[in-house]
């Protein structure tokens, strides 16, 4: 089965999810762009249309158990974080 094959196989929630993430992507490399060269106007309306696909996203996974995990190599200096104190 090829890429095109299993994205026409998707379930409708797990085909939201991959264009919403697409979107994502998409969105946060203009935002990078934008932010460099100074273009305040498209990097606003870039932002706004972030948050409204991050929006988007989050309703496709309200079945969804999820936890993140910040995880290091055990060589970071500064382990575990970098505001630790000793």
Request: hydrophobic share 40%; with cysteine.
């Given at each position: 089965?090829n ?12 085909k ?5 993430l ?9 935002v990078?762009r934008?932010?460099?060269g ?18 988007a ?5 309200e079945?969804f ?6 995880t290091?190599h055990?060589?970071k200096?500064d ?6 104190k000793l």
């Amino acid at each position: 089965m090829n890429y095109e094959e299993f994205y026409q196989n998707l379930q409708p929630g797990q085909k939201a999810l991959k264009d919403g993430l697409a979107a994502l992507q998409k969105l946060f490399k203009a935002v990078c762009r934008e932010a460099e060269g100074g273009d305040i106007k498209s990097l606003a309306r870039d932002l706004e249309a972030m948050t409204d696909a991050v929006s988007a996203v989050a309703g496709t996974l309200e079945d969804f158990d999820i936890e993140i995990v910040e995880t290091h190599h055990n060589q970071k200096a500064d382990a575990p974080s970098g505001t630790a104190k000793l």
